[in-house]
């Protein structure tokens, strides 16, 4: 069962939620992760993804499991067809938490 992880989100500053068809016009900025129907404070190891930067392309993430998300990268900006970098951010990583990268 795929969960999207956009009906799960908040903003970790403001306490909103987002989502819905905005989620993959631009960047995620300050994307708040946690686990689907958790409403508490954010813990360590809820992760933070943030690309609202210059060169930043993460355009959706969808929660799968705690260890596991698909990330959606935008399309070069000249060349729709191709997505040949990634350019984002990871925050409130536990120190042990582990991540692997499969291309």
């Known amino acids: 069962m795929e969960r999207k992880m956009e009906e799960n989100v908040r903003d970790p500053e403001t306490g ?30 809820h992760l933070i993804f943030d690309a609202c930067f210059e060169s930043g392309n993460l355009g959706r993430v969808d929660y799968i499991s705690e260890f596991e998300f698909d990330l959606f990268i935008r399309p070069d900006t000249c060349n729709p067809r191709f997505r040949v970098w990634f350019n984002f951010t990871v925050e409130n990583v536990r120190e042990t938490q582990k991540t692997t990268q499969i291309m």
């Open 16 to 45: 909103s939620e987002a989502g819905g068809d905005d989620a993959l016009v631009g960047n995620v900025n300050k994307l708040l992760v946690t686990p689907p129907g958790y409403t508490g404070v954010p813990r360590k190891g």
